[in-house]
């Protein structure tokens, strides 16, 4: 049997405290397609990052058809025609796609740009690659498919055997999903191994020749692609999954947030800011109140000017906290009374990713912990201790700098963060966006958990199935405006006609 | 994650020991610019100079004004800021303090409020202008810089203020000299004062609150706003306390030298920034240390005393002290880029 086109034996990786790969073993034929599961966390990020060169291994042994490599750079792994497609895809906005695709790598006669020939074999390569768009668009006039086929097709610029493509479908419309798949059975056939690191399930079966699972920086099983969806959930996440969502609210208090016809009036209308101009809701003690609609009808603009954050603006009409009429439209009135906010950007908004766990967890309540002003070591470490402790912080290290933390352990850190506080009523953008499945159901079982223990959570979301799931009631938004309320035995169909429509109203 | 074998709490954290070397790379520095300033010193009948109590009294002598600046410009670029004009705010408040105390009259203590609250203004207003006009601060310091030198130039009349001591009209207060002058004979006032700020803006940043909201602000403004921390009102006050800084080492200045001059502090704040960076405060903000900014002061002092001393040029010292500024840059660098930090 010949050698496998590429190989990897016993990897191992630390990061500061955090042993992200625990001698891993990964083999890739030609022509094979090798899908690669798991959570986030789990290491296959890291992996890959060997493969490609942009993370040295601490131990462990890396063959290409055979032959021991090492990859101290990049620029290595590029040379023993190892490519990689990130998911931030790496291509200059600015440039046209041709100058992309040769972007170091530039044609030129007596060290001047040869434009027209570049062009030239751009088109050649887009086309090889299956693409069809002219090679002199810009690519900051593409949509993000498209980019992500320029990216193949800079791939295959470069002689790639081996192409490793980091969550590709993760941004694309279902159309452009199945081009993707197209263009990848297609580099299949020419001999090209691929390895696709994905957290979609349902798109194993379609394009798989071989599934490998990690869990907690290990391999954790290989499997056909035919494999029941239940099976590789299990082992994902560890244990059979029974139910993905928790048991709605048994019981609901008195009103947290009250809005009657309430309207925000930005101080500075923004374009594309879709602001809230006819609000009707109310949140109570103990409920999961969802916001569905269609992108851009104002779900992230509503939790935004109730917390006062992204716009400034004034509120009209009724907006009552715990039935007294509120002020909102600051952070600090927020905050005073008593909302939480969890961003759907964490990394961008909710932390500080080079600051620890520590000092992340108390960024809400630095006032807290300071008595006259002054910093007490003693409470902080107490404070934090329990906050890791009551939202299962992995590892348990106070002083482990955020950025080396999973992404599932970062959203722990941000829920720890937010709920310092002991607000009254949390709203959350997107809670379960780049998450996975187990990480998802462990989100949900939190939220009803808190939800139990008397706080109100508003909670917008994209994924209606989310919604449906989790909610004790969901709101329908359209245009800035609160259309139609939705119980908690409301079937998907029935949501979805109603976001879906209207649309004459918006255009009108 | 609920099935990891090894309970997290277990798992030893593996760290490296190059980060320990950067986080003491300013200490040891300074040890080793001491063991070569030994090591490399002239002898005179046997004594080494280098560690002649008059020596080392003028190494901290030296100091002194500079050391005052890198205090206030440590808050400042942990809050991921920048503040050029504090050598020119030097200079302005120098010449206030010798035209009120010389040409007006003043008394010391009005003299030395209102040149404090100068510095302080100044401070806080590039700061709102900063921060309300969205205006990156390296910009808007430039122009205060600028500005600061026009006002002292207005202020003197274009000359420069000499400060002789006594009573009666033009003279200033007999007690404004002690900052020129030693204690028992050895330790400079100047110093001293040094030494008192410095152990405040240690206590300041360390622990109190507001040391932990400067360093959010740092680390990432927008997390840091979401969290609810005043960050504005944070970020005015760094280049307040820069402006404090400035003329408190601008009036350490007029009584050390006994006048004012409306150009002296010229490229002072470079110095304060090597001193900051060589003590390892992360120019990106978030991250530093006061103790770090103290022992780079104090290093760059004794590395200038050496080479003088082995009548090194003055062209190689500033040679030199780009070089240590380059190491101390990359050693961050080397150390963060393997921990997965910035």
């Known amino acids: ?447 009803r958990g808190l939800a139990e223990q008397g706080l109100g959570v508003l909670v917008a979301s994209s994924e209606l199935t989310e919604l449906l799931g989790l909610c004790d009631r969901i709101v329908v938004m359209r245009a800035g405006r609160t259309v139609h309320a939705f119980g908690a035995d409301a079937g998907e169909d029935a949501v979805r006609a109603v976001c879906e429509s209207g649309d004459e109203e918006r255009a009108a | 994650m609920s099935t990891s074998t090894v309970p997290a709490a277990l798992e030893r954290p593996r760290r490296s020991p190059l980060a320990y070397l950067v986080r003491f790379q300013s200490l040891l520095g300074l040890v080793i610019v001491i063991a070569a300033g030994i090591g490399f010193s002239p002898r005179r009948h046997g004594h080494i100079l280098f560690l002649q109590t008059d020596n080392v009294a003028n190494i901290i002598r030296s100091i002194a004004e500079t050391g005052i600046l890198a205090l206030g410009m440590t808050f400042v670029i942990i809050a991921a800021g920048i503040d050029l004009s504090v050598g020119a705010v030097l200079g302005l408040c120098s010449v206030l303090t010798a035209e009120l105390l010389v040409n007006e009259g003043w008394s010391l203590w009005t003299t030395l409020s209102l040149v404090v609250a100068t510095g302080i203004l100044f401070g806080a207003v590039q700061g709102f202008i900063s921060t309300k006009a969205r205006i990156q601060a390296f910009i808007v310091t430039l122009a205060g810089l600028q500005a600061a030198r026009g006002l002292s130039l207005i202020a003197s009349g274009n000359s420069f203020i000499n400060i002789s001591y006594g009573a009666g009209p033009g003279k200033a207060p007999v007690g404004f000299a002690i900052l020129g002058e030693r204690i028992g004979g050895v330790f400079p006032v100047a110093t001293l004062v040094f030494l008192v700020l410095a152990a405040l803006a240690t206590f300041v940043l360390n622990n109190t609150r507001y040391g932990r909201y400067v360093f959010a602000v740092g680390g990432n403004e927008k997390a840091a706003r979401l969290s609810g921390i005043p960050v504005e009102a944070v970020k005015i006050s760094v280049y307040a306390i820069t402006g404090l800084m400035a003329a408190v080492a601008g009036i350490v200045h007029a009584g050390q030298f006994s006048f004012g001059s409306p150009n002296d502090g010229t490229g002072y704040e470079l110095n304060a920034i090597a001193a900051v960076v060589i003590g390892g405060t992360d120019l990106f903000g978030g991250a530093g240390s006061m103790v770090g900014t103290i022992a780079g002061a104090v290093m760059l002092g004794a590395l200038a005393n050496i080479l003088e001393l082995n009548d090194v040029s003055a062209a190689l010292q500033l040679l030199a002290t780009g070089a240590i500024i380059v190491m101390a840059a990359a050693l961050q660098t080397f150390v963060n880029s393997g921990s997965g930090g910035r």
Request: hydrophobic content about 45%; glycine content about 12%.
């Open chain 1, 1 to 447: 049997m010949s050698p496998a086109l590429l190989g990897l034996h016993d990897v191992q990786k630390w990061f500061g405290g955090v042993h992200a790969l625990k001698g891993v073993d990964f083999t890739l034929a030609a022509g094979e397609v090798h899908v690669l599961l798991g959570e986030n966390g789990a290491g296959k990020s890291t992996l890959m990052g060997v493969l490609s060169g942009a993370i040295v291994p601490d131990a462990g042994e890396i063959r290409i058809a055979g032959e021991p490599v090492r990859f101290a750079s990049p620029r290595d792994a590029h040379a023993a025609g190892v490519a990689m497609i990130p998911q931030e895809l790496d291509l200059v906005p600015g440039l046209d796609i041709a100058a992309n695709l040769f972007l170091g790598n530039e044609i030129t006669g007596a060290g001047v740009l040869q434009g027209r020939r570049m062009r030239d074999a751009a088109q050649e390569l887009l086309a090889k690659a299956g693409v069809a768009l002219d090679a002199g668009l810009l690519v900051s006039s593409l949509r993000i498919g498209e980019r992500q086929l320029v990216a193949i097709a800079k791939a295959l610029a470069a002689d790639a055997r081996i192409l490793v493509m980091d969550e590709p479908s993760a941004a694309l419309s279902s159309v452009e999903a199945d081009h993707l798949m197209r263009v990848v059975r297609d580099l299949k056939a020419r001999g090209v191994g691929v390895v696709y690191i994905s957290h979609r399930l349902e798109e194993v079966a379609r394009i798989a020749d071989r599934v490998t699972v990690m869990r907690d920086g290990q391999v954790v099983g290989e499997c056909p692609p035919q494999a029941p969806q239940a099976e590789l959930v299990r082992l994902l996440v560890g244990r059979p999954l029974s139910d993905l969502f928790p048991p709605r609210a048994s019981r609901v208090g008195k009103p947290i947030l009250h809005l009657h016809r309430a309207a925000f009036d930005p101080a500075r209308p923004r374009a594309g800011w879709q602001a809230p101009r006819d609000v009707s809701l109310t949140v109570h003690e103990g409920e999961i109140v969802g916001l569905a609609g269609l992108m851009g009808v104002g779900r992230t603009e509503l939790l935004g000017a109730l917390y006062g954050f992204g716009a400034v603006g004034r509120w009209s009409g009724t907006v009552e906290m715990r039935g007294a009429a509120a002020r909102l439209g600051t952070i600090g009135a927020a905050r005073r009374a008593g909302i939480a906010y969890v961003t759907d950007d964490r990394r961008g908004t909710g932390l500080v990713l080079h600051h620890t766990v520590a000092q992340n967890t108390l960024m809400s309540i630095w006032r807290r912990v300071t008595p006259f002003g002054l910093a007490s070591r003693g409470l902080e470490r107490r404070r934090v201790a329990e906050a890791m402790e009551n939202y299962d912080v992995r590892p348990r290290l106070p002083a482990a700098k955020v950025v080396n933390l999973s992404g599932g352990n970062q959203q722990k850190v941000v829920f720890a963060k937010e709920l310092m506080n002991g607000p009254s009523l949390l709203l959350l953008d997107e809670p379960t966006r780049g998450v996975d499945v187990g990480a998802k159901t462990e989100i949900y079982r939190r939220l």
